[in-house]
């Protein structure tokens, strides 16, 4: 998307206004600047643009992403050259003055929208106020390996988004060195999962579109114990020794892992079920498994 040079020096004059005066100023000058600019056109060029991102092709055809809510966008901003603009209410305005100078004092464009113009863009039913469109952050396998990486969650015919970034976040929590999505997994770029990983996807690598089998074998040449998380397990948990390198496979809630897959891993492990639930969800699973190994790779 081309910003108009308008928005540049507008950006530029708010930079000027605020210099030496603190965030609130910044915000102020802003406000000032935005009078009766706000987009009100769900219609528009730019608003049409952004929502076109809410669709799979679109996001790999621009190579580009919403990520939406504020935790989203402060994760974002941390990034140099990732968020591209960022769209907001005059209501999240006053509610996250940080983020609006952070966004202006960077140089990107912010552009007020109307209630009407959000909810075009945002994919909540109760929208947030804040969106940012932000390029693709996903690296090469060989790129996010690169190191001595010693925890890897490897997501393996995961569909569900929620599911998927809750993993992240829980990757990203236990200390994790990269996440690996297969080429049959869930776009981690989908509303639903950049939402739900709560900005860890700006805080790790991710790779995506591996083929499992290649991803594997790539681990295991690393010097990772490759483990399948599984109930179909014979040994569980408690039975396992997870001090070092370890790369857990995690497979669809609803069918599990195929055999073909399972013969990937070195091992296969279950969560032990010490009450009565039948089982557990595949994000908590997977949570209980990379904090597991987090734990057993720091004890002295």
Known sequence: MTVGPLLWTRAKRV???????????????WGKSMAGSELTNVRSPRVKAARRLTKRAFREQDRRFLA???????????LDGVTLELFS???????HPELITEATLKGIPVHR???????????????QGLVAVCGLVHVPLEQAMAGTPRLVALLAHVRDPGNA?????????????TVIFTDASVDPYNGKCVRASAGSLFHLPVVIGAPVGAAARHLKERGLRVLAADGTGKRTLDDVDLSGPTAWIFGNEAWGLPEEILAEADD???????????????ATAAAV???????????P
Do not use: F, H, W
């Not at 939406?68 to 941390?78: I, S, T």
């Not at 209410?89 to 509610?95: G, H, M, P, S, Y």
């Not at 929208?113 to 929208?127: H, I």
């Not at 904090?291 to 720091?298: G, K």
């Open 68 to 78: 939406e809510g504020p935790q989203a966008v402060r994760e974002a901003l941390k």
């Open 113 to 127: 929208a109307s209630g009407e113009v959000m909810s075009e863009l945002s994919q909540t039913v109760t929208p």
């Open 289 to 299: 498994c990379l904090y597991s190994s987090a734990r057993a790779q720091r004890v």
């Open 268 to 282: 296969v492990v279950r969560v032990p079920i010490y009450g009565q639930a039948e089982s557990l969800n595949l």
């Open 165 to 177: 970034g809750t993993v992240m976040r829980a990757a990203d929590a236990a200390g994790a060195d």
């Open 89 to 95: 209410t005059a209501e999240a305005e006053l509610r």
């Open 15 to 29: 930079r000027r206004r605020a210099a030496g005066q603190g965030p609130s100023a910044c915000v102020r000058a």
